[in-house]
């Protein structure tokens, strides 16, 4: 739930990595969320609960997506690559899977490198 709320607070954040740890955990809060909404529509008859969550989440999943690809030293602009029937969805689906890109690169630093040097600084302060 944390990184779903990361995702949220860096909701138009374009710039930077995600690790596929937020990435993933976005994806999968967002659809309770949307399953949720979905359940309330069809209990209310509102039908409005649903749009209004994924108008909402557009930005942030798109802005997630996009620091995804940069983790692996992609740009942003790959994402479109789904626009290509079948082959780019699942182009994209082993892009998102595919692990961080080792060091520093082009669009920051490795996050997953800096968790760990700081879960190694907390077990050498205590």
Same mark, same amino acid.
């Given at each position: 739930m944390n990184y779903y709320i990361k995702v949220?607070?860096?909701?138009?954040?374009?710039?930077? =990595?995600? =690790? =596929?740890?937020?990435?993933?955990?976005?994806?999968?809060?967002?659809f309770l969320f949307a399953m949720a909404a979905f359940l309330l529509d069809t209990i209310t008859g509102a039908g409005i609960f649903y749009i209004l969550y994924v108008l909402a989440m557009f930005i942030p999943g798109l802005a997630v997506a996009v620091r995804r690809l940069h983790d692996i030293g992609k740009s942003g602009?790959?994402?479109?690559? &789904?626009?290509?029937?079948?082959?780019?969805?699942?182009?994209?689906? &082993?892009?998102?899977?595919?692990?961080?890109?080792?060091g520093d690169n082009e669009y920051g630093s490795n996050p997953k490198s800096m968790s760990t040097a700081s879960a190694d600084q907390s077990v050498l302060d205590s």
């Open positions: 949220l607070q860096n909701y138009a954040n374009f710039n930077g =990595r995600a =690790r =596929r740890s937020e990435f993933w955990f976005f994806i999968l809060f967002n602009w790959m994402y479109l690559i &789904v626009l290509i029937p079948l082959i780019g969805g699942i182009w994209l689906l &082993v892009l998102f899977c595919t692990d961080s890109q080792p």
